[in-house]
Each structure stands twice: as structure tokens, then as C-alpha cells.
């Protein structure tokens, strides 16, 4: 299994509460199989988490009022984001997790996200990075949040014969 799922701030209590663990973790494994090696991930994303009922036509998947800022998927009130390109899209992520947690939208969020970075990074491996920055930006970030880091590898490009 190349992803590892982090809870912060009870995020796993809510997701246990909601009868939702179990399921955050099948969707994980769906999302690594549908998506390692791949090279066009939004689109893939999208029908994965359209295939785990993640996009439910009845949940309003915008995070403010008539923007086009969405989540990628929102089951209960349970918000997914996330993104596959950078690890630094942790902030963004909470932030707009943040906005639907305070305004009472969202009671827990999950976030997507690469583990891997680049070789010359200074601060060991991303898990522990992320526990330490989740400290840090905390009372700023405040909402229970669970984060899934994924290897999904180098995008596999079929060669010109």
C-alpha cells in the first residue's frame, strides 16, 4: 500500500462516529489503484471519486456561494481535497477545508496528497514534516482533518514505436 492516512484533531473520531473509516480508507485504496503511474490524474480523480459516491448530485460541492471554487467530493459532511502535483497545496487545501469548517458546512475534511518531494529537501520524510506543520498551524487551522499522502510514482509515458 503506497499512501498512509494521518488523523489530526479527531478527524478520526467523527469519521468513526459516521460510520465513515472504513470507507476513507477503501476510497484511498481505489484512488492509489486508479491513479499510480497515471498521467492525467484530475480527470481520473473526478470518476474515482464519482465511482465511491463522492459526488453526490445532491451535495452542493462549492465551497462559497456563487464561486466556482469546489471541493473534489463531499459525502455527509465529510469534504474532500486535494491535489496530486505538490505537497505544498497542504495549505491551500486546509484553507479552503478551513472555510466550510467554520461556516458549518463541513464537520471534518479529508486532504489529498503527494508524499512524495524533492530529493534536496532538508526535513526527512513528509509524515513527520506534516505532523510538525500541523502543529504549527494550528489555532490558524483548526478544523479535524485527516490527510492522505500518496506515491503514486513517475507518470508511465507508453514510448513511440
Known amino acids: 500500500m503506497n499512501f498512509e492516512i494521518i488523523h489530526f484533531r479527531d478527524a478520526e473520531k467523527i469519521l468513526k462516529e459516521k460510520k465513515m473509516l472504513k470507507d476513507v480508507t477503501i476510497t484511498c485504496e481505489y484512488l492509489f489503484e486508479q491513479l499510480v ?21 445532491r451535495v452542493d460541492l462549492n465551497i462559497l456561494p456563487g ?20 505537497y505544498e497545496y497542504l495549505h491551500t487545501g486546509l484553507f479552503r477545508l478551513q472555510l466550510g469548517y467554520d461556516k458549518g458546512t463541513v464537520e471534518s475534511g479529508i486532504l489529498l496528497l503527494p508524499s512524495t518531494r524533492s530529493e534536496k529537501s532538508p ?16 489555532p490558524t487551522i483548526s ?14 509515458i507508453p514510448e513511440d514505436n
Do not use: H, Q
Open 143 to 156: 478544523l479535524p482533518v485527516t490527510i492522505c499522502l500518496f506515491d503514486l510514482g513517475e507518470p508511465f
Open 67 to 86: 464561486r466556482r471554487y469546489r471541493y473534489k467530493g463531499v459525502k455527509g459532511d465529510i469534504a474532500m481535497d486535494g491535489s496530486f502535483s505538490s
Open 37 to 57: 503511474g497515471t498521467l492525467y490524474r484530475r480527470e481520473i480523480l473526478r470518476a474515482a471519486l464519482d465511482t465511491m459516491d463522492w459526488m453526490e448530485e
Open 123 to 138: 526535513y526527512g520524510n513528509t509524515a513527520d514534516m506534516l505532523r510538525e506543520e500541523m502543529e504549527m498551524l494550528f
